[in-house]
């Protein structure tokens, strides 16, 4: 799980990961923190009014999805302990299912 394992295409898979996490963060909290959608995404995504009267939700959904992502993307790419990169897995894990309870809660 370290960066000297050599292997050129995980490296590129994790550090994609990491990224895209960030970015789903960053717009997650700016939905939340703005409390409204992009314009393209109501237009892309073709929202329910339903869905539009709940962007907090939504956003922090986003945002904790990203920031699983992002757990699960550092656990290749930084040097660590068996214990401690199972330990992250396990955070990404927790995170995806809040996440996902949270969006389930949205489709009620």
Known sequence: MSLDDGDPVLIALSLAA???GLAWVVLGVRVA?????PAV???LARLTPSHRAHPVRMGCAQAMSGAGLV???ATFLIPMPYTVGVALLAV????LLTA???VVLLRR
Do not use: D, M, Q
Not at 33 to 37: A, H, L, P
Not at 92 to 95: K, Q
């Open 92 to 95: 990404y894990l927790l995170l």
């Open 71 to 73: 757990a699960f993307g």
């Open 18 to 20: 990491v990224v895209l």
């Open 33 to 37: 923190v703005s409390r409204r959608f």
């Open 41 to 43: 995404w109501i237009r």
């Open 100 to 102: 996902a309870g949270s």
